[in-house]
Nanobody, 112 residues
Framework: QVQLVESGGGLVQPGGSLRLSCVAS??????MGWYRQAPGKERELVAA???????NYAASVKDRFTISRDNAQNSVALQMNSLKPEDTAVYYC????????WGQGTPVTVSS
């Protein structure tokens, strides 16, 4: 069974940055995405990257977040800059669209 392990979350002040990482226990993967779920809200896709490196972002994070992938390491990263309190959520990675069992996620809290 595929395992997804997310890391890199934490507490950061508004305007700060974090870099999230996700490692998948697979030999290869296609389109991948970063998702987030805020308290009381549904999980949403915030960034995606195809196997060729084409990226797509939700309007709420465009120009602040950058998704990247390392195929050799079976990993996906999310660089988050200019963080806002509304970015507070648990962040997950998965295929785009989601296919594998969800990992534990990594919590991000943006607060002063």
């Amino acid at each position: 069974q595929v395992q997804l392990v997310e890391s890199g979350g934490g507490l950061v002040q508004p305007g700060g940055s974090l870099r999230l990482s996700c490692v998948a226990s697979v030999t290869s993967f296609n389109a991948m995405g970063w998702y987030r779920q805020a308290p009381g809200k549904e999980r949403e896709l915030v960034a995606a990257i195809t196997s060729r490196g084409t990226t797509n972002y939700a309007a709420s994070v465009k120009d602040r977040f950058t998704i990247s992938r390392d195929n050799a390491q079976n990993s996906v990263a999310l660089q988050m800059n200019s963080l806002k309190p509304e970015d507070t959520a648990v962040y997950y990675c998965n295929m785009d669209p989601p296919y594998w069992p969800w990992g534990q996620g990594t919590p991000v809290t943006v607060s002063s």
